[in-house]
């Protein structure tokens, strides 16, 4: 079992940045792969973002590519999005999932029903 934490979200303005974290706890994050998603209300939950497990790999939406970075650090059992120039629509509550894949799959085409653990979300404003 995974336990997985998230912080870091709150209210902020348009262009502001924020940093969200998520700790696992349980069993060492490097044995996952990590996925950044986010539901608004009313709207299906999407991925923003994912990671290898070693880092080496990620991948991002097309809406925040260039202004959002996912990063980990597996000494902390952490992984991290750095959200700059936010927008409105970035407006919905962001949840960290882990996922067991086999070694070299492609984690960019994995849905959120594939991954295997997930935290309870920290919710992102952005006012404009």
């Known amino acids: 079992q995974v336990q997985l934490v998230e912080s870091g979200g709150g209210l902020v303005q348009a262009g502001d940045s924020l940093r969200l974290s998520c700790v696992a706890s349980?069993?060492?994050?490097?044995?996952?792969?990590m996925g950044w998603f986010r539901q608004a209300p009313g709207k299906e939950r999407e991925r923003v973002s994912s990671?290898?497990?070693?880092?080496?790999?990620?991948n991002y939406a097309d809406s925040v590519e260039g202004r959002f970075t996912i990063s980990r650090d597996n000494a902390k059992n952490t992984v991290y999005l750095q959200m700059n120039t936010l927008k409105p629509e970035a407006t919905a509550v962001y949840y960290c999932a882990a996922g067991g894949f086999r070694p070299g799959i492609n984690i960019a085409t994995r849905s959120a029903g594939s991954y295997d653990y997930w935290g309870q979300g920290t919710q992102v404003t952005v006012s404009s």
């Open positions: 349980g069993r060492t994050l490097s044995s996952y792969a």
């Open positions: 990671i290898s497990r070693s880092g080496t790999n990620t």
